[in-house]
Structures are given as C-alpha cells and as structure tokens.
C-alpha cells in the first residue's frame, strides 16, 4: 500500500444509537470501548458523560449517529438523586473523601424552601473533581495533585427540582430536570449549604437524555463480553434520526437529497407544502428525510434550505 492510500478503518461500519443502562462504578469512556469491542464497530461515542458512580441512560452513537451528539446533548435531561446531609466530600459524592461535617439536618418544609433558589436560570460553581480545563490542565487532575481549583460560576438553567421523598433525617431524594452542563453535584452540594449544613450526593440515576428514556436502555451486562460469538445484533440499534426526533422533518425527493450530500441550498419556493408548520423559517432546523431515510440537518434562511450537517450512513439498516 503506497503511503497515499487511505488506511481501511478497522471494525464494522455500524450506524444508529444503543442506549445504555450504565452500572455505577464504570466511566463512561469505559463503557463506550466496551460497547465498541462488543459490535466490532469502526467508530463509536457517547451522548453525554455520567460520573463513575451515576447509572442509567448513556445513549452510545455509532458511525454516522456521532455526527447527531451536539443534538442530543443539547436535550432535555432527568435525573433522581440522593443527597446525603452532614458529610461533605471533595468530590461531591460518595466517591470522594470527608471534607467538613454537620449535625445540622433540615426539616421538609427548610428543604422545600430552599428549592426555589435553583429552579430557572442560576448561576453554579461546578465540581472542582470535573473535566472543566483549568489553565490548559482538567480540574480533577490538579485536585487530584492535591492544588487548589478555584472555578468560576457557570450559567445553568434547572427547569424541575422536586424533593421526592424523605427516607430518614440523614437522606432526601430528588427529582431533577435540566438543561445541558448542568452538574447535579453542585446542586446537592449547594442545596446542603443552602439548608444550613452540608451533604453529597450518595446515590444518582439518569432517566432521560433528550429523546432516549430509560425504558429503551439496555443493561451492559445484557449485551455479553467483548469476543463473544456470535456478537450481539445490530438490530438493537435506534435509527441515526431518533436522537433529532424533536426537530421538524420534510420530505424530499432523491434528486433533492443528492442535491444536499453535494453541498448545494435548496429555494424554499421549491419546497412549498412541504415545509413543517413548527419549523421556523428564520434560522431553524428541519431533519431532512428522503424516503424514511435521514439525509441530514438543514438551517432555513434567506428563502433557502442550507445543509448544515450531513449524514452517508452505510452499512446498516439502523442508519435511516
């Protein structure tokens, strides 16, 4: 092979979204190499991190499905938390070590009325024990050196709170939806101190990500062990177009989709009974399809339809 030749990708050429059941005690770049070993798959990544000890919902893309990841992370998010009052850790959870501790432990009613300080658009100090780079250099790996973090307050938008239930003194158990980048730890952390004492969070579970819900996920352990035979089915797979299910769709023709995979903006005259009646024609999204088949994400502006993001899925039937 002369050096100008490019170099066959190694694996299967797989596209479409597993969604994963994570279990508590893996990373979630652990689990996607697992998952990618398990499919034999080219390429392969996740829709949006879990801590180590977080399970639940991690939508893992394949091939032309990676493109779609903005998207999905960009989605609406459900969590269930517990947070544990009187023992702060340096890593806001469980897995960290003791930092301070408290015997003050808040009533419902001082919990309840914390909660409307992070509901709406807040601002939030986030782990110092996160990928956030400070300096060029990730935060966890400087608190992990034992150096001060300092991290300045990011915006997060909170659209839910809710305290679940109420187990005992030391435990409360929440209910939270959020928008993206919004650290559930630092909502444990902050709501302690907010309630006169401090906490971390013992226990945590994502129940959504966008359009993946916890009743489509897959228990890791379900899928078998790296070298198994036969691997497992790519029939498990969603269709690349199911992490944009929110965004409006219009059909196009095949002369159209050609049109579009060679770059080239569509006029909206030409489109006309076709166009969603939710989609905005000034400046919003629409999910190209052509025949059932996803072409790719496309911005209405200026009276056209210009590609923007493009998906040449191949290989497998979970690609449309």
């Given at each position: 092979m002369s050096r100008f030749q490019r170099r066959k990708p190694k694996g299967q050429p797989i596209d479409g979204w597993l969604i994963i059941d994570k279990p508590s005690g893996m990373g979630s770049t652990d689990v996607v190499n697992r998952v990618k070993r398990l499919f034999q798959a080219q390429k392969c990544g996740h829709g949006g991190t879990l801590d180590p000890l977080a399970t639940g919902v991690l939508p893992i893309a394949f091939g032309a499905a990676t493109k779609t990841v903005p998207y999905v992370m960009d989605g609406t998010k459900t969590y269930r938390?517990?947070?544990?009052?009187?023992?702060?850790?340096?890593?806001?959870?469980?897995?960290?070590?003791?930092?301070a501790t408290s015997e003050v432990r808040p009533t419902d009613a001082q919990i309840q009325a914390a909660l409307p300080a992070f509901r709406g658009d807040i601002m939030q100090v986030p782990p110092i024990f996160s990928a956030?780079?400070?300096?060029?250099?990730r935060?966890?790996?400087?608190?992990?050196e034992g150096q001060v973090v300092e991290l300045a307050p990011r915006p997060a938008r909170v659209d839910r709170f809710e305290l679940e239930s109420r187990p005992d003194a030391d435990t409360a158990?929440?209910?939270?939806?959020?928008?993206?980048?919004?650290?559930m730890r630092s909502l444990a952390r902050d709501l302690a101190r907010a309630c006169g004492t401090v906490?971390?969070?013992a226990a945590l579970r994502r129940m959504r990500v966008g359009p993946f819900h916890e009743e489509a996920a897959i228990p890791?352990?379900?899928?078998?062990l790296p070298g198994d035979t036969p691997p497992p089915s790519p029939d498990l797979l969603l269709p690349v177009a199911t992490a944009l299910a929110d965004i409006p769709a219009l059909a196009l023709s095949e002369a159209e989709a050609a049109r579009l995979l060679h770059?080239?903006?569509i006029s909206l005259v030409e489109l006309m009974g076709r166009i969603p009646g939710d989609a905005n024609p000034d400046g919003g999204l629409v999910r190209a399809m052509a025949g059932g088949r996803?072409?790719?994400?496309?911005?209405?502006?200026?009276?056209?339809?210009?590609?923007?993001?493009?998906?040449?899925?191949?290989?497998?039937?979970?690609?449309?």
């Open positions: 938390f517990t947070l544990r009052f009187g023992d702060a850790r340096d890593t806001d959870d469980a897995d960290g070590k003791t930092i956030i780079k400070v300096a060029g250099e935060a966890y790996d400087l608190a992990r158990i929440f209910t939270v939806q959020s928008g993206k980048g919004v650290y906490g971390h969070i890791l352990d379900k899928l078998g770059g080239q903006a996803f072409v790719g994400l496309c911005r209405l502006e200026s009276g056209m339809m210009v590609p923007e993001r493009l998906v040449a899925q191949e290989g497998s039937p979970a690609g449309g």
